[in-house]
C-alpha cells in the first residue's frame, strides 16, 4: 500500500484493508464494470454526507446502492418484488443495471437525495463484489470523480480527482464498459427508463415488453430545473474544462461539418474526438480516435478517457463525431451531449 496526499492507495491484495475503512464509515472509491464508484456505508447518514462534500455533488442528486447478494435487495425496499423486478434481477444481475424501487425506512433520505425511492444494483466486477462482501454492508457509490467532469475509468483518473479528499482508493484496471449503468425505474405502474447505459434498451423491451423512455434520455437540452429522480438526470455531467462541440445527424455529413468548424476555430488549440473511419480525415489538430462505429462497445469504453486526455493536452475546444442512438449508441450520446452542455450541430 502506497499513499499520495494522505489518501491510501490499496492493490486487490488489500481488499480487506479496504473495507476496514469502509466499515469505519470512511470513503473508499473502487472500480466497477462501469466506471470507478466512490463507496460508503448506504445506512451511515454521515459517512454518505462525505460522498457529495468529496465530490462536491449537489444533495439532491441520489445515488445508487450497491450489494454483493441478490437477496440483500430486500433488505433495502418496500413490499415484495414484482415478477418485473425478478425477471431483471435474473437477466442482468450482476451487471450494468440500477433498478429504482420504493425505499423501506431504514434507508436514510441522504442516501436517495430526499427521495421516497432507492436505486440499487449488483455490480459484475470481481473487485466490485469481493470489497462489499467483505464490508457486510449495502454501499452507497456514484462515480469517483468530481461532481461535473468525466467519469473515471481508470484509477489515475481517481487519484488525479480525489486524492487528499477520500480515506482509500482501491485501484483494479481499467474498468470496461466505460459508462455508467442502466437505471430503469419499476417503482410505478410502467417500467420507465431513467438513464440509458451497458444495458440496452432494446435489451429490457426483449424482457419487459413496453418500456417508456423518460425525456431527460434523449434530451438536448439542459433539464437542471427538474428533480432528478436518477443519478444523471440534470446538473453538468461529463465533461471536460474544454468547451466541446457534438456534431450529430447524418453519419456521411458529419466530417464535412468538423473540418468546416476547425477552419473557423484556427485561433484555438482544436482537437477530435473521432470514430475509426474518418480519423484520417482531419488536418492540423489534434485527433484522438474513440473507436469503430461498428463497435459501440469499443467507443463507451473511450470516450470520458479521451476528454480527460484532451484536458491533459491543454486543448481549448473538441468536437466530436456524433453516433447513431441505437443500442449502446443512446448511452453514449446521452453522456456526449452532456459533456457538450447541449451545444449541438445538426447536420
Known amino acids: 500500500m502506497k499513499s499520495i496526499k494522505g489518501t491510501k492507495i490499496f492493490e486487490r491484495s488489500e481488499i480487506k484493508e479496504a473495507a476496514n475503512l469502509l466499515q469505519q464509515g470512511k470513503l473508499v472509491a473502487f472500480p466497477t464494470e462501469t466506471v470507478y464508484g466512490l463507496g460508503a456505508n448506504a445506512l451511515d447518514e454521515a459517512a454518505v454526507r462525505s460522498i457529495f462534500t468529496a465530490k462536491g455533488r449537489p444533495a439532491d442528486n441520489p445515488l445508487i446502492v450497491h450489494i454483493a447478494k441478490q437477496e440483500e435487495l430486500k433488505s433495502l425496499v418496500k413490499g415484495e418484488l414484482t415478477e418485473d423486478v425478478k425477471r431483471l434481477i435474473s437477466n442482468f444481475w450482476p451487471g450494468p443495471l440500477t433498478i429504482v424501487l420504493s425505499k423501506n425506512a431504514k434507508v436514510p433520505a441522504v442516501t436517495t437525495g430526499g427521495l421516497e425511492t432507492i436505486a440499487v444494483r449488483m455490480p459484475q466486477h470481481p473487485v466490485a463484489l469481493e470489497l462489499i462482501e467483505a464490508t457486510q454492508l449495502s454501499i452507497a457509490a456514484p462515480s469517483a470523480n468530481l461532481s461535473g467532469k468525466p467519469s473515471p475509468t481508470l484509477v489515475k483518473h481517481v487519484i488525479d480527482d480525489l486524492a487528499g479528499k477520500v480515506d482509500g482508493i482501491l485501484a483494479g484496471g481499467q474498468t470496461g464498459i466505460g459508462v455508467e449503468s442502466t437505471v430503469v425505474d419499476l417503482s410505478q405502474v410502467k417500467p420507465v427508463l431513467l438513464r440509458p447505459g451497458g444495458v440496452t434498451y432494446e435489451e429490457l423491451t426483449d424482457i419487459l415488453g413496453k418500456v417508456e423512455i423518460d425525456p431527460t434520455v ?130
Open 218 to 347: 434523449e434530451a438536448k437540452l439542459s433539464n437542471d430545473d427538474q428533480q432528478a429522480i436518477s443519478p444523471g438526470m440534470k446538473y453538468k455531467h461529463y465533461s471536460p474544462q474544454a468547451e466541446v462541440i457534438l456534431v450529430e445527424g447524418r453519419t456521411e455529413e458529419i466530417p464535412t461539418k468538423i473540418k468546416e468548424l476547425i477552419g473557423a476555430h484556427s485561433a484555438q488549440k482544436v482537437g477530435v474526438m473521432a470514430t475509426k473511419e474518418f480519423s484520417n480525415y482531419y488536418q492540423d489538430v489534434t485527433v484522438k480516435e474513440m473507436g469503430s462505429r461498428s463497435n459501440l462497445a469499443e467507443i463507451s469504453t473511450n470516450i470520458f478517457k479521451l476528454l480527460r486526455e484532451f484536458d491533459a493536452e491543454g486543448i481549448d475546444e473538441i468536437i466530436v463525431e456524433g453516433l447513431p442512438v441505437e443500442g449502446l449508441g443512446l448511452a453514449i450520446m446521452n453522456r456526449l451531449r452532456k459533456s457538450a452542455a447541449y451545444q449541438i450541430i445538426e447536420v
